[in-house]
């Protein structure tokens, strides 16, 4: 059996959301546990993980920086925190027994994109204008947000293409935990004449991991994040978690504005593109991951109608 189970961000952080070197660490380590639990039981596990929070840490850097050196690119500042998360989950993983990989991995996207040509993806913390006129002279997008100042704006272009997957499974025949993908892989595009070159840009890291699971002919995606199950009428007196449930259902629901386009809403989706090419999707929290590895929690979705 293989599984890509897709770590979200509250993975890589403590509880109150802070980042810094022992609260990700802190953190993983507490991942750790349920994931090696999955792999004790002879299943073939591939790990993605959200980056977002290391990315901004970078990118305060590049801001602070600016007046000294230049701020690197976009791409370097995932390649980095991919880097860096691989280092403590491999370590993590490591001293419970399994044998880990950590992989840099590239996404493929279309310069043609739409999301190239209108980019809306805010990242990073707002600065008043002197300081984000630095940042524009460096090249890049800021946007007037009001009061709270400006913001760096970026595309968001979906991913074509995992291409170090095959990497990915000659690593997972010979028998180690793969740590892939972080943040949805580092984005690039292929030039005319054949070569690669890295945009400024975001990748969904949900959208990312369903790619990777489909590529990898895994068996189920395991999308972990803070809450036991996808929710339908969030935060109302009638919420109620979902289980069991086929594809169409959930775009119903989805459609019906179910989700929150800044939260679940991209994991519902990733979780429906993955069921529909034959997998199964499991959406929960990081304390049961194995369990839903197995379809014994969360929101298990299929392609075959309930």
């Keep these: 059996m293989r599984v890509v189970i897709a770590l979200g961000g509250n993975a890589m952080t403590s509880a109150d959301g802070r980042a810094r070197p022992e609260d990700q660490i802190a953190a993983i380590q507490r991942a750790a546990g349920p994931i090696a639990d999955v792999v004790a039981s002879g299943v073939e596990v591939v790990l993605t993980h959200g980056n977002g929070p290391q990315v901004g840490n970078l990118l305060v850097k590049n801001e602070m920086a600016a007046h000294?050196?230049?701020?690197?690119?976009?791409?370097?500042?995932?390649?980095?925190?991919?880097?860096?998360?691989?280092?403590?989950?491999?370590?993590?993983?490591?001293?419970?027994?399994?044998?880990?990989?950590?992989?840099?991995?590239?996404?493929?996207?279309?310069?043609?994109?739409?999301?190239?040509?209108?980019?809306?993806?805010?990242?990073?913390?707002?600065?008043?204008?002197?300081?984000a006129a630095?940042?524009?002279?460096?090249?890049?997008?800021?946007?007037?947000?009001?009061?709270?100042?400006?913001?760096?704006?970026?595309?968001?272009?979906?991913?074509?293409?995992?291409?170090?997957?095959?990497?990915?499974?000659?690593?997972?025949?010979?028998?180690?935990?793969?740590?892939?993908?972080?943040?949805?892989?580092?984005?690039?595009?292929?030039?005319?004449?054949?070569?690669?070159?890295?945009?400024?840009?975001?990748?969904?890291?949900?959208?990312?991991?369903?790619?990777?699971?489909?590529t990898l002919d895994a068996d189920t995606l395991v999308i972990a994040t803070d809450v036991a199950a996808a929710v339908v009428g969030w935060g109302t007196p009638s919420a109620r978690p979902l289980g069991e449930i086929d594809v169409a259902a959930l775009r119903r629901l989805a459609a019906e504005g179910h989700f929150a386009s800044g939260s679940m809403g991209p994991k519902v989706e990733a979780a429906c593109r993955f069921a529909e090419n034959g997998g199964r999707s499991v959406i929960t929290s990081l304390d049961h991951i194995a369990d839903a590895v197995h379809g014994a929690a969360g929101t298990v979705i299929t392609s075959k109608e309930s």
């Design 134 to 214: 630095l940042m524009i002279q460096h090249g890049q997008r800021w946007e007037d947000r009001g009061e709270r100042g400006w913001r760096r704006i970026v595309a968001s272009p979906e991913p074509r293409a995992i291409l170090d997957a095959p990497a990915v499974s000659a690593l997972l025949e010979a028998g180690y935990v793969v740590v892939c993908n972080g943040g949805g892989g580092i984005p690039v595009v292929r030039e005319p004449d054949g070569t690669l070159r890295g945009v400024e840009a975001v990748i969904d890291k949900d959208l990312g991991a369903a790619l990777l699971a489909h």
């Design 68 to 131: 000294v050196v230049p701020p690197v690119p976009l791409d370097w500042c995932g390649a980095q925190t991919q880097g860096t998360v691989g280092f403590v989950l491999l370590n993590a993983l490591e001293a419970r027994g399994s044998r880990v990989a950590a992989l840099v991995t590239r996404a493929l996207v279309d310069i043609h994109d739409p999301g190239f040509m209108n980019p809306s993806k805010p990242i990073g913390r707002y600065l008043p204008s002197a300081e």
